[in-house]
């Protein structure tokens, strides 16, 4: 054996290299094919599976509809409701969030998102129609809409400068993904 500066260079013949345990290599000349082939496919599935933002009419996950700019009227909201939030959490009236980043609801969208919401439905519409298929039942009526922003529970601050609209409000406690974004839902206008 001779040592150079950053590993230890081991000359021995391919007989006696099959005798010593490997316990750190993921992949050892011994270990089956199969096996190994195995450990890939799962993995692609886990990654392909596990992440939600694969989904939806816009690849941000099953809720998110349009991503807005955010009003600065919804910033202020939304931070009031963080701050009650994170208020509360102090004081252990409410559980602390499971990860980094929370979602909550703040103000609906004004007119210039919804007509954003509007020319995607209409884009949505155009592409249903060219492949035959009706409009899918995310595409509600304006009306309905609802806007929601992550917040990062170190710094009390929003992640991005993104309104995320919504149809249908999550579930308090549900984590869903915005802009690969994981966030667990905190808060909706009836708290």
């Given at each position: 054996?001779?040592?150079?500066?950053?590993?230890?260079?081991?000359?021995?013949?391919?007989e006696e290299f099959e005798r010593i345990p490997?316990?750190?290599?993921?992949?050892?000349p011994s270990m089956n094919l199969r096996h190994f082939l195995f450990v890939?496919?799962?993995?692609?599935?886990?990654?392909?599976g596990g992440c939600s933002s694969f989904y939806g009419p816009h690849g941000f996950g099953q809720l998110v509809l349009v991503v807005c700019k955010v009003a600065p009227v919804q910033t202020a909201?939304?931070?009031?409701?963080?701050?009650?939030?994170?208020?509360?959490?102090?004081?252990?009236?409410?559980?602390?969030?499971?990860?980094?980043?929370?979602?909550?609801?703040?103000?609906?969208?004004?007119?210039?998102?919804?007509?954003?919401?509007?020319?995607?439905?209409?884009?949505?519409?155009e592409k249903a129609a060219s492949e035959g298929n009706p409009l899918g039942s995310e595409w509600v009526d304006p009306s309905q809409l609802h806007c929601i922003m992550v917040f990062d529970v170190v710094t009390q601050e929003p992640v991005g400068p993104s309104c995320y609209v919504v149809a249908t409000l999550p579930k308090i406690g549900d984590v869903?993904?915005?802009?690969?974004?994981?966030?667990?839902?905190?808060?909706?206008?009836?708290e």
């Open positions: 054996m001779r040592w150079t500066p950053t590993f230890a260079m081991i000359s021995l013949r391919s490997n316990c750190c290599s993921t992949f050892h890939c496919f799962a993995g692609l599935l886990l990654l392909t909201d939304a931070q009031q409701r963080a701050n009650r939030y994170f208020t509360k959490v102090a004081h252990h009236q409410k559980p602390r969030p499971r990860g980094r980043y929370v979602a909550l609801q703040t103000l609906d969208p004004i007119p210039k998102q919804k007509e954003k919401y509007l020319k995607d439905q209409a884009t949505a519409q869903n993904t915005y802009e690969s974004v994981p966030a667990e839902f905190i808060a909706s206008s009836a």
